[in-house]
């Protein structure tokens, strides 16, 4: 009878495990589902904020993507990455707080054998070396700074009369700058600059400001220049458009008419730049492609969670050393902006 009963059990539990799974080798969930974490260092930062809406456009039935706001704080974004590595992401991207503090993100991502897509805020490369499944994907800083110099460069020579105000032949400039330390900020403003003056431009520095790539502080930098130097300020150099759009109010808060107004470049081609550049309040800027670096993470992303190698993606963009993928920027002016405007 014991015997009966005992092939009863077993026959039972065969039954249970064919219908419940019970007893099977827990499957990998992540084996039908691309689960990728973002963290973010500032979610209020218009560029960022346009680049994360590319990416979550690439969320599907098997794609799932966790976006979260590190707020300006490294030890919160330490934090973020812990709990991605927990919820058993596939792959982490990571937008750091400071550039130039990366241990953590890489020893949590190494210990779990995560690979980690670094993007727009560039580490150093001591740090990328760290470690064979760092990779890291934006573009490339001087040459946005060469074509806003080149843009700028083009505008004083052909409104030479409209820009050097005061008819001196030197262009006076104000400079509104990004983060101090950020690869975007030191080297954007220094090929700026520079191309100005190959492209033989006289050029004469009023002043700087760091306004943090914020328009609310940088209208704030540019209402001082405006009491500082008044109607000598001829050309307003930022390192993306928030800033320069801030300048802009600041010249629309001091109902300064628009033909007093220095000429005025960025850099991104936000939706709000773009709409600037249309509206003829900033003569141009330059394209971030924020449509092509997400599309650039995901398909990294897509790759390196099956396991393949960043080569594979060789075909549809430059891959530098193994582990960098920088998309170009773009000139943008009054006579292309359609094309911008409706990306
Ligand atoms: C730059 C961009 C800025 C800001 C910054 C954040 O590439 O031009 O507007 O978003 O990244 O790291
Ligand atoms: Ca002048």
Not at 57 to 71: D, K, P
Not at 122 to 150: C, I, N, T
Not at 199 to 212: M, T
Request: glycine share 8%; aromatic share 8%.
């Amino acid at each position: 009878m014991k015997k009966v009963y005992a092939l009863l059990l077993v026959v039972i539990c065969l039954l249970t495990m064919s219908i419940s799974g019970c007893g099977e080798q827990t499957v990998n969930k992540n084996e039908s589902k691309l689960k990728i974490g973002v963290t973010v260092y500032d979610q209020y930062d218009t560029f960022m904020g346009q680049l994360v809406d590319c990416f979550l456009a690439f969320q599907s039935e098997n794609v799932e993507i966790a976006v979260y706001n590190a707020a300006q704080s490294q030890q919160t974004q330490n934090a973020q990455v812990k709990k991605m590595i927990e919820d058993d992401m596939d792959i982490i991207c990571v937008n750091l707080v400071d550039r130039t503090d990366p241990t953590a993100v890489i020893d949590a991502a190494r210990k779990n054998d995560v690979p980690v897509i670094f993007f727009n805020r560039e580490l150093v490369e001591g740090d990328m070396g760290r470690w064979d499944k760092l990779f890291y994907v934006g573009a490339d800083a001087e040459q946005s700074g060469v074509m806003e110099g080149e843009l700028a460069a083009w505008a004083c020579i052909t409104q030479k009369e409209d820009i050097d105000k005061n008819g001196d032949g030197v262009i006076q400039y104000v400079v509104l700058e990004g983060e101090a330390g950020h690869q975007d900020a030191i080297i954007r403003t220094e090929a700026s600059v520079n191309t100005l003056k190959k492209q033989g431009v006289e050029i004469d520095k009023l002043g700087y400001a760091i306004a943090n790539w914020n328009r609310a502080q940088a209208q704030t930098k540019a209402a001082q220049f405006i009491e500082d130097y008044g109607d000598d300020i001829e050309l307003v150099l930022s390192n993306n458009d928030d800033m320069a759009l801030g300048a802009i109010d600041a010249y629309e808060a001091k109902a300064v008419p628009r033909n007093k107004w220095p000429a005025i470049f960025g850099i991104d081609g936000t939706n709000v730049g773009l709409e600037a550049v249309r509206d003829d309040k900033m003569l141009g800027t330059v394209y971030n492609d924020k449509e092509g670096q997400a599309s650039a993470m995901f398909e990294l992303a897509s790759v390196l969670a099956r396991g393949g190698s960043i080569d594979e993606l060789s075909d549809r963009y430059t891959v530098e050393n193994g582990r960098y993928i920088r998309l170009p920027y773009e000139k943008v002016t009054s006579s292309n902006i359609i094309k911008y405007l409706s990306r």
